[in-house]
């Protein structure tokens, strides 16, 4: 079982940056990638990004250019640098981790971008 613990979510206004933070605990070995997901109400979970062990990649379309997604392997834990934020990032977020095809979930955390 793979544990995720989320920090850094809140309230910043338009324009704004935020870092969230994601550490992963417990049987840690073959995660292949970790990341991030976003609900907003009454809106599907979506991407935001994903980091994988081979160092790749991938970006919803609507944060590309603006959030930054990175790990720090010796600590276990993946960032999500988000910059120039708007009102349309509002949601939950969900840090995400993919150990031999199961997916892990964190907790969820609120960002709220005000105008």
Do not use: H
């Amino acid at each position: 079982q793979v544990q995720l613990v989320e920090s850094g979510g809140g309230l910043v206004q338009s324009g704004g940056s935020l870092k969230l933070s994601c550490e992963a605990s417990g049987s840690i070995f073959s995660i292949s990638a970790m990341g991030w997901y976003r609900q907003a109400p009454g809106k599907q979970r979506d991407l935001v990004a994903l980091v994988w062990t081979s160092g790749t990649t991938n970006y919803g379309d609507s944060v590309v250019g603006r959030f930054i997604i990175s790990r720090e392997s010796a600590k276990n834990t993946v960032y999500l640098q988000m910059n120039s934020l708007k009102s349309e990032d509002t949601a939950v977020y969900y840090c995400y981790a993919l150990q031999r095809g199961s997916g892990y979930w964190g907790q969820g955390m609120q960002v709220t971008v005000s105008s």
